[in-house]
């Protein structure tokens, strides 16, 4: 059975970091893209960032751009998203999904909370 | 980027009722289209990829057609487990972009 399993959201300050995680089972994990997806409370999705299975692609959204980082272990068969300068704005139920393009499987969610 | 634009926001139907979602793209997009349910305080879960491939396990009065900028989404008899938000989102190029979602409620 696939799982994704998220972890690490929290509360943080405006201006603070946080690194979020996603464990993976049940498929092989270097053989899959892999993205970030958030929907802030009440709203839509909002695609967030983009890695490909061997690393050599990554993609983010603008809004986003510059401030997070996604990154990955094959060999954990984890998934990361190293967020800084956080913004009220990206407030919001953070969820892994396998990709490359339609997201197939998703993860539970973990809420980012920028609150001072 | 592309804009995703679906109608209704929101509806009303019944057990039983024929529904449609239409979701638009600014732009062609062929068929790199998907759409996803979403149930409250649950991850979305994939419907349909390539505007009308439906995914393993899904069942059949789920359908999806169009191509270009165009699309809809059809569920032949609403059932109650059907009550949710839709989303559309296109797969053509990034960033991966969805729709603002359609809340499908009970009449």
């Known amino acids: 059975e696939v799982q994704l399993v998220e972890s690490g959201g929290g509360l943080v300050q405006p201006g603070g970091s946080l690194r979020l995680s996603c464990a993976a089972s049940g498929f092989t994990f270097s053989s899959y893209s892999m993205n970030w997806v958030r929907q802030a409370p009440g709203t839509g999705l909002e695609w967030v960032s983009y890695i490909s299975s061997s690393i050599t692609t990554i993609y983010y959204a603008d809004s986003v751009k510059g401030r997070f980082t996604i990154s990955r272990d094959n060999a954990k068969n984890s998934l990361y998203l190293q967020m800084s300068s956080l913004r009220a704005e990206d407030t919001a139920v953070y969820y892994c999904?396998?990709?490359?393009?339609?997201?197939?499987?998703w993860g539970q969610g973990t809420l980012v909370t920028v609150s001072s | 980027d592309i804009q995703m634009t679906q109608s209704p926001s929101s509806l009303s139907a019944s057990v039983g009722d024929r529904v449609t979602i239409t979701c638009r793209a600014s732009?062609?997009?062929?068929?790199?289209l998907n759409w996803y349910q979403q149930k409250p305080g649950k991850a979305p879960k994939l419907l349909i990829s390539?505007?009308?491939s439906l995914q393993s396990g899904v069942p059949s009065r789920f359908s999806g057609s169009g191509s270009g900028t165009d699309f809809t989404l059809t569920i032949s008899s609403l059932q109650p487990e059907d009550f949710a938000t839709y989303y559309c989102q296109q797969s053509y190029i990034t960033p991966w972009t969805f729709g603002q979602g359609t809340k499908v409620e009970i009449k």
């Open positions: 999904a396998r990709g490359p393009s339609s997201f197939d499987y």
């Open positions: 732009q062609n997009i062929y068929t790199y």
């Open positions: 390539a505007a009308s």
